[in-house]
């Protein structure tokens, strides 16, 4: 069975600040990582994600996430947060095998302040 | 192009009733997946279909939920006897039945049972 922790539920930074949300899984086979974001009042957006080849992946809106396979970790970055990024911030993880369900961390609540 | 629908987006039910949400996945989409998501609960996995037929039911909380999917697209998901700690968020993605499992989400029929 797999699971993911986010071990910050909320986690509250000032506007221009850069910032580290963490995810951490477990898993017994190889895995696809994701970033979903759920802005208020709103569904899930994928955010990025990481199937295979370079570890570090982008989103067009200035995050950054990087797979690091021997801490079983997928992290994501952004250099400076924006107002509009307050949003909760879901890791996610599913296997490359037949179960293609998605297993969900707790969520992470990103609030920028000004 | 369309997104995951998903209908109602609001549906306020008595306790003992039945309930029936809808789910209308991409177009093209052949893998269907039913998600919860509640405060207590987090995000959690229901079932997901390939085509018409259901391999993962393994998230059902019991035998009250089924759900159904007909010409592998529109899918049904079904609560008999509605309680009270059925209430929450369900979301509905779709993905390719091929390659990385990319999930896109509807934005959820929030079920309020009283």
């Known amino acids: 069975a797999q699971s993911v922790t986010q071990l910050d539920s909320q986690v509250p930074v000032f506007e221009e600040a850069p910032v580290e949300l963490r995810c951490n899984y477990s898993?017994?086979?190889?895995?696809?990582l994701f970033w979903y974001v759920q802005y208020p009042n709103q569904g899930l957006q994928l955010l990025l994600k990481?199937?295979?080849?370079?570890?570090l992946v982008e989103s067009i809106n200035g995050f950054e996430a990087e797979f690091n396979k021997s801490q079983t970790s997928f992290h994501l970055r952004k250099p400076s947060v924006h107002i509009s990024d307050t949003a909760e911030y879901f890791c996610?993880?599913?296997?490359?095998?037949?179960?293609?369900?998605?297993?969900f961390g707790s969520g992470t609540r990103l609030q920028v302040q000004p | 192009g369309a997104g995951v629908s998903q209908s109602p987006s609001n549906k306020v039910t008595e306790k003992g009733k039945d309930v029936e949400l809808r789910c209308d996945p991409i177009s093209g989409h052949t893998a269907l997946y039913w998600y919860r998501q509640s405060l207590g609960q987090g995000l959690e996995f229901l079932i997901y279909f390939q085509g018409n037929s259901a391999p993962d039911k393994s998230g059902l909380p019991s035998d009250r939920f089924s759900a159904e999917r007909t010409g592998g697209s529109v899918s049904t998901l079904t609560i008999q006897r509605t309680q009270q700690e059925d209430s929450a968020v369900y979301l509905c993605a779709s993905s390719q039945s091929l390659g990385t499992n990319e999930q896109f989400f509807g934005p959820g029929t929030r079920l309020t049972v009283l």
């Open positions: 990481y199937l295979s080849g370079s570890t």
């Open positions: 898993s017994s086979v190889s895995v696809y």
């Open positions: 996610a993880v599913s296997e490359d095998t037949g179960r293609r369900a998605l297993t």
